[in-house]
Structures are given as structure tokens and as C-alpha cells.
């Protein structure tokens, strides 16, 4: 079946350390997979994507790494603030029963402290 | 036009009404999205429309009808909801299909 979840459902760091997030998904199909941010009262925010022909990518103060052989998944955070509290959920995109989908991993809270 | 609006925020509603939930957005993105959020869950992907059609349809209850007006405007009727329907229901746009989602801030629809 289809899966996306992840390892760890909360997260606390302290604020300047390093956060962590790791994502599984079971899909083999899917080629294309996002991490979004949940901040309490909003919608998701899309904060880093990466293609299936792709392991690693990186934006500002955020990194994604995929590993397609074990099917993993995870969003790293430099020098975690306050700001960056929040869900984080991992979404994955491919073709499945049905036809392209989006399916969400279900979330990791990280909470900052100061 | 960066956002992707929803209307109303906050919406309560009896099992015998019928309202409509709004999203609209100006960013020229041609697939929109429904999604249905539970309290600590994911969102879970109720409709898909691409290109103005309906391409996803995840066996959602006949209760919620989505509408597509225009590729800007997307629409989720409800009637005759219960209330294990209460959640945050979430509106979304990509570019192209499948492509990163920009969501909305959601309504909170509560069913009494």
C-alpha cells in the first residue's frame, strides 16, 4: 500500500541547534516530494521540494536529502529559531491507484526552545 | 496576487443546511485543490481539478460537490453534512498539476 509517514511525531531542539525531520514513503512511483510547514492556524506552507533524479537539495538555512534505495526522506534545519516551531509534513506526488496523487506523511511538530 | 484566499474563515452550519465553501486565487495556476484536515492529522486530498476539469475525486461522500467556475474560483458545496464533516478544509493551487502547492488559510466548518 501507499505510505508516507514519519519517524518521529515531536521534535524539541534547543533555539541555534540543528533540527532533523525524517520522512518514509513506500511508493516507488512517486517522483516528486515536498516538505511543507504548518504553523498553528494556517494553511501549509511550502517550504522545499526535491525530484526523484535528485538526493540532495538545498535552500536557505534548509536541506532536503531523498534516499530512493530505502525510500527515506528528510528535512534538515540550520540554526533552528523560534519561527521555524511548527508541523512539518512531507508530501509525496506520483501515480498511483486512482491516478496522480498527493499524499502527506503525517507531521512532525518541532518545537524551538529559546 | 501571491495568495490563495478562502471564504468564509469560520463556518457553523446544522445537518439539514446547505452552504458553499469559496477559494480563489490570481496567480494563473491551473490546478486547484480540496483537501479535508482533521485536528493533528494530515490533509487528507478530497478533489483535483486540472485545467478547469475534475481529475481527482478520492470517493468523496456525495454531500460535498466541488465546482470549478473559472480556472481563478473553486467552489465546495455541502449539504446535508454530519458532524464528523467538522475539520479545516483546505483550498490549494499548483502552477501545473502536481507541482508545489500554495494552500490557502482554510475554513473551519463546524457541523452541529
Known amino acids: 500500500g501507499e505510505n508516507v509517514g514519519l519517524h518521529l511525531p515531536t521534535l524539541s531542539v534547543q533555539e541555534g541547534d540543528n533540527s532533523i525531520i525524517n520522512c518514509a514513503y513506500s511508493?516507488?512511483?512517486?517522483?516528486?516530494f515536498i516538505w511543507y510547514k504548518q504553523e498553528s492556524g494556517k494553511g501549509p506552507q511550502f517550504i522545499i521540494d526535491?525530484?526523484?533524479?535528485?538526493d540532495k537539495r538545498q535552500g536557505q538555512r534548509v536541506t532536503v536529502l531523498l534516499n530512493k534505495t530505502v525510500k527515506h526522506l528528510s528535512l534538515q534545519i540550520a540554526a533552528t529559531q523560534p519561527g521555524d516551531s511548527a508541523v512539518y509534513f512531507c508530501?509525496?506526488?506520483?501515480?498511483?491507484?486512482?491516478?496522480?496523487?498527493?499524499?502527506f506523511g503525517a507531521g512532525t511538530r518541532l518545537f524551538v526552545k529559546a | 496576487d501571491t495568495e490563495v484566499t478562502q471564504t468564509p474563515k469560520h463556518l457553523v452550519m446544522g445537518m439539514t443546511n446547505k452552504k458553499s465553501l469559496k477559494c480563489e486565487q490570481h496567480?494563473?495556476?491551473?490546478?486547484m485543490y480540496w483537501y479535508k484536515q482533521k485536528a493533528k492529522k494530515p490533509p487528507e486530498l478530497m478533489f483535483v481539478?486540472?485545467?478547469?476539469?475534475?481529475?481527482i475525486n478520492e470517493s468523496v461522500p456525495s454531500r460535498f460537490s466541488p465546482e470549478c467556475p473559472n480556472s481563478s474560483l473553486l467552489n465546495l458545496h455541502l449539504h446535508a453534512l454530519q458532524p464528523e464533516d467538522s475539520a479545516l478544509y483546505l483550498c490549494?493551487?499548483?502552477?501545473?498539476?502536481?507541482?508545489?502547492?500554495?494552500f490557502g488559510p482554510g475554513t473551519r466548518l463546524t457541523v452541529t
Open positions: 490549494a493551487s499548483s502552477p501545473d498539476p502536481w507541482g508545489e502547492q500554495y
Open positions: 511508493n516507488s512511483a512517486s517522483d516528486y
Open positions: 526535491i525530484r526523484s533524479n535528485m
Open positions: 508530501a509525496e506526488n506520483g501515480l498511483s491507484t486512482g491516478g496522480f496523487k498527493t499524499i
Open positions: 496567480m494563473g495556476h491551473r490546478a
Open positions: 481539478y486540472s485545467y478547469e476539469k475534475l481529475s
